[in-house]
């Protein structure tokens, strides 16, 4: 098995996280870092654009937006516009896809196949759907994907929806699709689920799947790696 760094973080800003990925790349690029990394965290309430666009999936106006004190930001990922939130587990893995030996498409279907062995393991039996990368549990997606490829290395990755509140989901056309719903395990068990337990079945599989054995860091200790 091939070591990672593994950082299960707490809540983070989304631009610090989305600055931390780009330094972390550049470094994996240069061969200044010569292990990859996986950043499991949660966001602070934020919209997020792809490289598909999004403000015309805003189904409200931006005023109400702004008034609801939610950032909106651009971003590299593919896709397009969706929501993070406190409660939805967000992976951010930047890794050497070409060390690995896997195509992109390859590496999308992994990190589905991470989000339906986590929440397989609650009796929750999600798919994929040829609509739109990510799981399904029927018209509702649960869990989405967005990743962007820089020079063979990865970054941004998938968020898993545990136990967030799903209402700014209904203020847009999530990922840009419009007479679909979007749910949380916990809204489909009907009981709360812990995400601190989510997050060590997500390590679990991040193993299984794609062959790594994750190496605890923390972020103090990355950002002492990087330039």
């Not at 749910?183 to 991040?206: F, G």
């Amino acid at each position: 098995m091939k070591n990672c760094l593994c950082a299960d973080l707490p809540i983070l800003d989304y631009q610090e996280a989305l600055d931390l990925q780009v330094r972390l790349v550049a470094d994996r690029n240069s061969g200044r870092l010569n292990i990859d990394t996986i950043l499991i965290l949660e966001h602070p309430p934020v919209f997020t654009l792809g490289r598909r666009g999004g403000l015309e999936n805003l189904i409200v106006s931006r005023a109400f937006i702004e008034q609801s004190g939610i950032r909106v930001v651009q971003a590299e990922r593919g896709g397009n516009i969706t929501f993070h939130g406190p409660g939805q587990l967000v992976i951010y893995p930047i890794i050497n896809l070409k060390l690995l030996r896997l195509k992109v498409v390859d590496f999308v279907s992994g990190l589905e196949e991470v989000m339906l062995r986590t929440v397989d393991a609650w009796g929750l039996k999600a798919e994929r759907n040829p609509l739109n990368r990510g799981i399904w549990v029927g018209n509702n997606k649960l869990g989405s994907i967005g990743i962007a490829v820089r020079r063979g290395i990865s970054f941004h990755g998938f968020a898993l929806n545990v136990n967030l509140a799903l209402e700014p989901f209904e203020w847009i056309n999530p990922c840009g699709l419009e007479n679909i719903g979007v749910t949380s395990l916990s809204h489909e068990l009907a009981h709360e689920v812990p995400v601190k337990k989510v997050r060590r079945v997500v390590k679990e599989q991040i193993e299984s799947v794609f062959g790594l054995k994750l190496v605890r860091t923390d972020l103090e200790e990355l950002y002492s790696f990087i330039g």
